[in-house]
């Protein structure tokens, strides 16, 4: 299959990426700001989050409801969300009206309003958000366990703290938006059906004079305590467990995917076929990969019976060490179908690609084509990924449980 | 846009349903079997979910542990889930694999094993599921104002009770599929790059002879209790708001659910606008529209703090009910660019439009075209809105709130 993709650095930093999908009607926008949570200053914990709805509140020429109106106009079924390292706004609409969106995505990076009367609201929404937590206690364990694992800030959660978001006034977030909203990083992906030049055009017309911010200086800290219990009066035990892995980019990555959906990529994977489908010990159980640019991690979650909690973590860890004993080659040719399937949804998904486009360049510097990942997908063997998972075992864990007891630990 | 939708009934009832997207490579599959939770006999409530989970576990010729291996050999996404209506069955994958993932459905649904020896697993999962619940406050409270709303066993929760499930042996869950597993009520429907007379001849031998099973007779009980606070020492107190709306199919349909996304359909709507955008009341907050055949209902939901809950309810109510003081053209100005914009990205799924296809055919025994749709929708006014609103004012409430403290009902 055939990809149209272009792209153009401009001189200011920013990158604009497009793929052309001429068979279909829709359009996709993605933006990557490098102003994610990980960059919250200590006093400040959950500054991004409160600086992603403030921004939206209000830009350019149109205040807070016209901004709303506008955009809804334009059927642009959208939102933003805070990761570590990006704030993401991204949108997807009918081709036609990706023009006049990039118009008032343009007025929110660069000439956000940022109004003081709009502090209360935004922080009692923020506060909710965080207080919210205590009653799911499914995300909290999954919080805490990046919290444990990543040295600080690379585990900090886009919530913050009741301090930090208490902490902040108007003058904070708008210094804030100062600093960290900037052309050097920021990613714009539009996939859909879209010509390159006029595009290029208004790109170039909205945001080639942009200019200012400051790459900030990210410290690690010291890894923190890897063993955590939660007491909490749950009806079942959440358990998160975490152990590192190599990076996107990395000779290993497709080994290292290839492990982690041997072990959770489908339903006949062997956490899923193991704890869950034979001995009922958990409702939902899964392994994923994480990464960032420098470092990557396998994260695995398991929710149970407080009677069964230690059952299933022992039968869990037991299943994330088999893998270096082998790994059949009928579970590596299922993990390929599945990839390769993957693959063919996500080329018919605008949102989707936008996304990933956004995605390898952050991570790559460059779009991997359709071909290329496929190849790599076609080279996984049983060998290659057994001997990655002996290079990578999983070692150094990182372990969270929450519920009424704390679970013993063979590790 | 041109479509090409198929459809046939067989002889024995069962319907298959075909939209041929040339441009796609994937197709999805989707089948509805009308054997839902409302059907569970009352000393089994959970049975449909554990039916559902035990059919895949062999079938034909292949045991629980080739099943699942014959699927993820052919890159199939899949899942199952149980409705109140239908038990629902569906996947997608490169449509060059469709075929040999309807032989494998034809088995589990014809000719399941229903294996005792994993009777123990699917009942400890289907405990837990349930047992899970009370972890979640906001799904709870959408179950119980289901309950509440609905005269049962329409309002009946797939996780049924713990005695319900107790009560099972496979002996009990093998006469449920007798009797309720059959071809009359059955919908097929697929979407994607597949020719048509290839799948009707292929479904014709491998469902045409499928016979059996039998109407199941229901019987509709009492109004339940319409207000409910269930008590519980949460963070945040849970609202939820039900009343009756029309049914899909009555010529109020389009104007009903105008009015719910003027409530709820974009950041510019009204309950976003009012309750959490001005006010910070709480993060989340929606209306929906959820029909059966015969009867519609407004959903509404909010999550907020408990010193702010009795506001939040009181302003939630307030908008619900000012929807009769008049509807501003703007305002559906915007549900129609919304309401479109949806349908463009609809049609660019194999999945959704898989699913949409079943929908309508179960509703309305026929399959809406993209014309019809959008000119349905280029038809809302904010006269007709407001007439309808007018007609089936929010009326006959059902509340139903979960939280330390009990909320003052001003209705």
Partial sequence: MSQEIYHHTFANGLTLLLERMAHVRSAALYFLVPAGCIYDPPPHLGIASVLADLITRGAGPRDS???TLALDNLGLDRDESVGGIHIRFWGATLARNLPRALDIYADILRRPHLPADEMDA?????LQDLQGLEDEPRQKVLIELRKHHYPPPLGQDRRGTEAGI????VDVVRRHYQRLFRPRGTILSVAGNVEW???????????????GGEEPVLELGAQPRPQ?????????????????SVPIGHADYYAAQGAVHVLSGGMSSRLFTEVREKRGLCYSVWASYQTFKDRGSILCYAGTTNERAQETLDVTLHELRRLQDGIDPEEVQRVQAGLKSSLIMQQESTNARAGALASD???????????????????????GITEHVRRYPPRDL??????PQALKLSA
């Avoid at 219990?229 to 998160?240: D, N, P, V, Y």
Wanted: proline share 4%.
């Fill in 122 to 126: 935004v922080k009692a929404l923020a």
């Fill in 166 to 169: 208490d902490s902040l006034s």
């Fill in 398 to 403: 990182t372990i969270v449980t929450l519920g």
């Fill in 228 to 244: 955590e219990h939660l007491s909490k009066e749950t009806t079942q035990t959440q358990i998160g467990i975490a152990y590192p």
């Fill in 197 to 211: 030049q006029p595009l290029l055009d208004q790109v170039g017309r909205l945001f080639g004079d942009w200019q």
């Fill in 65 to 67: 409801r016209e901004l």
């Fill in 361 to 383: 360049w952050y991570f790559l510097g460059r779009v991997r084509s359709f071909d290329e990942i496929r190849s790599a997908i076609d080279g996984l063997t049983p060998e």
